[in-house]
């Protein structure tokens, strides 16, 4: 299977930050293990009573010190293991993050992770330039892949209604075409996909059983310009004309604001994930949006109230928006918004899911400003805390979670989420 690579212009490369050395949980294989058992690193003071590996439900991952550091993470913030035997000796969760692999008929879809510092900020090679790499972990993941993974048919559309693959990526292209649209504000864009994809939930696309009355391939793309150029007649040109989200669809918001808020491992875990009790006065707080912000996220500023999530900070910069544009495209051309990446969600909730990252994004965005950072800093680091957890955090692969999500898209909250906290003036 080949790797295909995005159209979006998106740059990484390594800065040395340590920034996922300190943030996450490495899982290694018993391989991973033995080879860096036979390493030698007993011979060196920093290991001394120090175990390489913790165990947890019966698997093993890399250990972390006292400051939530990597256990193998030097003081100049430098893989020792990398530094002294090459990037290849690496668990391969080290060496691939922060791509994405997922496997989308007969080739895999590249993505990346903007939770890594470098990889929001676009620092780096082009992607395109990096395929080779990507080839090595997806022939990797092909030779152990469980039976039946890289076979599996694409995610449902709607119900029971499916695509082939090359046309579900008809879909993506036409959502990222609308998310490019620099003719729109960022926050119209997605309301006119949210428009769209209304439309498509009540159409069928098998023909009710005639293939000549198939929408797929060119039809397909037919109607999805068509459907693209009715969006933009009918939905509202400003935000200003939608109107605000009701109480149940702000309840409901601010319960996802706080997973996509929040960090429960690593160096930059929050205060409030840190014991049970702790825990269950944060959830209060977010389901009443009283008060003082819990620290679910040591990035997040003390003493800054929920009030401040609900002020514009001014019109967003066009570096701001190139950022989220890019963002929301890697995730659409990957196709990491549905399906197994996205704890098993259909096309048109998964597209829905990603939408939701938006507002969620600026509420966070909104929060740091309060706490003094710069607009285009705040937004920075609002994607980078969202982006960590969309699709990998189980909280949002819960039923309620998700019975939530259905909620608001039938209640027709999410366009009006996606205009309040795109606003750019009270």
């Not at 019966?58 to 010190?65: D, Q, S």
């Not at 972990?137 to 559309?157: I, N, R, S």
């Not at 014991?275 to 003493?303: C, D, S």
Request: with cysteine; net charge positive.
């Amino acid at each position: 299977m080949h790797v295909r690579a995005l159209t979006v212009l998106q740059n990484w490369d390594c800065h040395t930050c340590g920034d996922c050395c300190r943030s996450y949980a490495v899982p290694v294989t018993a391989e991973e293990r033995r080879r860096i058992e036979a390493q030698g690193w007993e011979q060196s003071p920093e290991f001394a009573q120090v175990p390489y590996f913790t165990q947890r439900g019966g698997a093993f991952y890399l250990n972390h010190r006292d400051d939530g550091s990597c256990v193998f993470l030097g003081p100049d913030q430098l893989c020792r293991i990398h530094a002294k035997f090459g990037a290849a000796a690496k668990p391969l969760a080290c060496r691939i993050y922060p791509f994405l692999l997922v496997p989308a008929g007969d080739h895999w879809n590249v993505g990346l992770r903007l939770a890594c510092p470098s990889a929001a900020q676009n620092q780096g090679r082009p992607l395109t330039e990096q395929l080779p790499e990507a080839r090595e972990y997806a022939a990797f993941f092909e030779a152990t892949a469980t039976p039946g993974t890289l076979t599996a048919p694409p995610p449902p559309l709607h119900g029971t209604q499916r695509l082939s693959w090359s046309d579900l990526e008809r879909v993506a292209t036409a959502v990222s075409r609308l998310l490019a649209d620099e003719a729109d504000p960022f926050e119209r864009r997605w309301r006119k996909i949210l428009f769209v994809v209304e439309l498509l939930k009540k159409a069928t696309f098998d023909g009710g059983g005639d293939p000549k009355k198939a929408v797929t391939g060119g039809r397909l793309s037919e109607l999805l310009h068509v459907l693209s150029q009715a969006a933009a007649d009918e939905v509202p040109p400003r935000a200003a004309d939608i109107p605000p989200p009701g109480w149940v669809g702000r309840m409901v918001f601010r319960q996802l604001a706080a997973v996509y808020a929040r960090k429960d491992h690593g160096a930059e875990k929050g205060l409030a994930q840190r014991g049970p009790i702790r825990r269950l006065r944060a959830a209060w707080r977010f389901a009443t949006g009283r008060g003082i912000i819990p620290p679910v996220h040591a990035a997040l500023p003390a003493r800054v109230c929920f009030a401040a999530g609900e002020v514009p900070f001014g019109p967003l910069s066009q570096a701001a928006t190139d950022l989220l544009a890019r963002w929301h495209r890697v995730k659409v051309e990957s196709l990491q918004f549905c399906g197994a990446p996205n704890f098993g969600l259909a096309v048109w909730e998964g597209l829905e899911s990603l939408a939701l990252t938006f507002p969620a994004a600026m509420w966070l965005a909104r929060v740091l400003v309060a706490g003094g950072r710069t607009p285009d800093a705040a937004v920075t680091q609002a994607v980078r805390m969202a982006d960590d957890n969309f699709g990998f955090n189980p909280l949002l692969g819960s039923v309620r979670q998700k019975f939530a999500l259905r909620m608001l898209a039938q209640r027709g909250e999410l366009p009006k989420l996606i205009a309040w906290y795109g606003r750019t003036a009270p």
